[in-house]
């Protein structure tokens, strides 16, 4: 038995036919528990897993690592696959109690505590924004008199974007203070703090099967993931292959996971850079996991490889670990667009969208349902799925969508 954890977005993203592939490998799955999931995953992919295990409040349950032991006792478990941010620590956790082969906590733990991050980034003579570990107030004083405003403040353990905050000045500095900013942070004790940067964000995605990094895909940021969660849509489109600035990304990206962060043999991975208008690359955050919210779609319509499937292959023993390029399949440009829900009532929205470009436009959102502002950058209510010839086409095509959603929806 194969255990896979993974949420429903990401499993019914893929279709039933690529699915049944792994049927032999007798995989059980490990998911959220929700009517609209449960419903959605049993009507879109019905007896392709052979057990499916439900969990209520799913990245913070923590009867999800018992339940793994639970069935290491029941069953011959041959490997479990951590999919999200969720479960990067408690797969290690688990594993390593198991004496089964994966990433080690103590490499595990750089992916995700976000001050272990950048002080390895720091050993290693990797560029980073200034930071600092906040615990209490004054530590927060100290760092603003030192790097000046704005500034992020964001959990070490956080995944999401949730509960990360911009500072801009000191009017709202007392008004975050107010709320207990610091006080009141009783699951993360303690807070990261670091300088904003005025520079372009850009996402690298990929997957190292065998200790061999296969793909590696290069993409803009179209807006932040920061602002997407405060009513901004978000986009972002892969670079050209002919941009100089791919090259200089992947030549940096290769090093940072190949010599600073110790990958598992078969892995994912998300890798987010500032890069400022001296074209100076600094790291902002390293995880071992896909990205989210349709990456592995638009890493699949310029790459020709669907990235999630293949390292799930591999962790299946399914895969050779060489990836074959099928450019049959590639577009030049691929990008996608996720739209935000508005603190309303949503009344209605556009049903089809036969705009050029646009490969798949979903709505998740609900008639008649009472929306609030996002808390995490994952809850969008639409998104799109395109693909150009040019980046500058694109970043129009993003525009002009989100545009043309906005005067199509009608909010109450």
Not at 165 to 176: A, F, G, P, T, V
Not at 251 to 269: A, G, Q
Request: proline share 3%; net charge negative.
């Amino acid at each position: 038995m194969i255990i896979l954890l993974a949420p429903e977005k990401l499993i019914t993203s893929t279709s039933k036919e690529q699915w049944d592939a792994l049927r032999d490998c007798d995989i059980t799955l490990f998911t959220s528990k929700s009517e609209t999931h449960i419903e959605e995953l049993n009507n879109q992919l019905g007896d392709v897993f052979n057990r499916v295990e439900y969990f209520d409040d799913y990245p913070n349950n923590d009867t999800v690592e018992v339940r793994l032991l639970d069935y290491a006792r029941k069953y011959k478990v041959k490997n479990i696959i951590p999919m999200t941010e969720a479960d990067i620590l408690r797969v290690s956790r688990v594993k390593e109690k198991l004496m089964m082969d994966g990433m080690k906590y103590s490499d595990a733990i750089q992916f995700r505590d976000k001050i272990a991050m950048k002080e390895l980034a720091t050993q290693s003579n990797i560029n980073i924004p200034q930071f600092r570990r906040i615990k209490h107030t004054i530590d927060l004083l100290e760092f603003i008199d030192e790097v000046g405003y704005p500034i992020i403040i964001k959990p070490i353990l956080g995944r999401g974007s949730l509960n990360t905050l911009l500072i801009s000045d000191q009017s709202e500095l007392i008004k975050i203070l107010n709320a207990g900013l610091i006080s009141n942070t009783s699951r993360y004790p303690d807070l990261l703090a670091e300088e904003y940067l005025d520079a372009t964000i850009y996402h690298i995605d990929g997957v190292q099967l065998n200790n061999q990094i296969e793909v590696m895909s290069v993409s803009r940021y179209v807006n932040t993931c920061l602002s997407f969660v405060g009513g901004s849509y978000l986009g972002s489109y892969t670079l050209d292959f002919q941009n100089p600035l791919r090259n200089d990304l992947i030549r940096f990206t290769s090093h940072i996971l190949t010599k600073v962060f110790p990958l598992h043999k078969n892995s994912l991975f998300h890798v987010e850079v500032f890069v400022d208008k001296q074209n100076k690359i600094s790291l902002c955050e390293v995880a071992c996991r896909i990205g989210g919210n349709g990456i592995n779609d638009e890493v699949r319509l310029q790459q020709g490889i669907d990235i999630k499937m293949e390292y799930i292959k591999a962790e299946c023993g399914l895969s050779s670990g060489y990836i074959k390029l099928n450019k049959q399949n590639c577009h030049p440009i691929a990008g996608r667009l996720l739209i935000p829900p508005k603190e309303a009532k949503l009344i209605s929205f556009p049903a089809v969208c036969d705009k050029p470009g646009v490969i798949k436009y979903q709505v998740r959102g609900k008639h008649g349902r009472d929306y609030k502002k996002m808390q995490m950058s994952n809850d969008e209510i639409a998104n799109f799925l395109l693909v150009s010839g040019n980046e500058n086409e694109m970043c129009e095509k993003i525009t002009t969508l989100s545009r043309w959603f906005d005067e199509n929806v009608v909010w109450e």
